[in-house]
């Protein structure tokens, strides 16, 4: 069973365009989604980044979002893969010489 983030990292200007979308003020959102409005101009200025799941789903349902949009998410690289010591394994250097 997957564990939830333990944080969510999240794109101020996709929360401003979708709360703009809406027709809601921040003070509006903020109220909806059970946080201060100082919190969501924060987020939205990008001066804050990160959310914890009940927050985030807050906000998400706030701005009437489904649970598989990720539209406010910052988009994750996959990890490297980790060699038994422990270290990143990075793909072969085609110009490496033998």
């Known amino acids: ?6 944080t969510y990292q999240v794109l101020g200007a996709a929360i401003r365009t979708r709360r703009k979308h809406l027709g809601l003020s921040i003070a509006e959102c903020a109220g909806a989604a059970g946080i201060s409005r100082p919190y969501l101009n924060q987020l939205e200025l990008g001066k804050r980044h990160r959310m914890g ?6 906000l998400r349902r706030a701005l009437d979002l ?8 910052v988009a994750t690289t ?5 060699d038994h010591a422990g270290r990143h394994e990075d793909p072969p250097d085609r110009d490496a010489r033998p």
């Open 53 to 58: 799941p009940g927050t985030y789903l807050g």
């Open 66 to 73: 489904p649970a598989t949009d990720t539209r406010l998410l």
């Open 78 to 82: 996959p990890r490297k893969e980790r």
């Open 1 to 6: 069973m997957e564990q939830p983030a333990a």
